[in-house]
């Protein structure tokens, strides 16, 4: 499975953004999909997962009520629309596929395949 991330950029605090991520190679509509990011010299963080189906979704606490992780199985894309961005939110962020149907608690290890990441960068 090869996904690939785009729709990153520079937007200022307060703004909005929404990355995708299209994948290929694979049978899109019966993987969990996630979003994770990783600060310069931070680790890797959980941001958002939907099911398979598109009926679950959990994300982290630190964007709960201001990202929504979406998806369209007929295009086997997976979405991250970012609101009321923060300069801490600045992050490549991460897409991944998992081969689970979902993925209930944000694990990193759940995850199969990984694209190569958008950057984000939030100026305050």
């Known amino acids: 499975v090869r996904l690939q991330a785009c729709g990153g950029g520079l937007v200022q605090a307060g703004g909005s953004l929404r990355v995708s991520c299209a994948a290929s190679?694979?049978?899109?509509?019966?993987?969990?999909m996630g979003w994770f990011r990783q600060a310069p010299g931070k680790e890797r963080h959980f941001v958002a997962t939907?099911?398979?189906?598109?009926?679950?979704?959990y994300y982290a606490d630190s964007v709960k009520g201001r990202f929504t992780i979406f998806r369209d199985n007929a295009k086997n894309t997976v979405y991250l629309q970012m609101n009321s961005l923060k300069p801490e939110d600045t992050a490549v962020y991460f897409c991944?596929?998992?081969?689970?149907?979902?993925?209930?608690?944000?694990?990193?290890?759940?995850?199969?395949?990984w694209g190569q990441g958008t950057l984000v960068t939030v100026s305050s």
């Open positions: 939907i099911s398979w189906n598109g009926d679950y979704t």
């Open positions: 190679g694979g049978t899109f509509n019966r993987y969990a």
């Open positions: 991944a596929a998992s081969r689970q149907p979902a993925d209930w608690g944000g694990s990193v290890n759940l995850y199969d395949y």
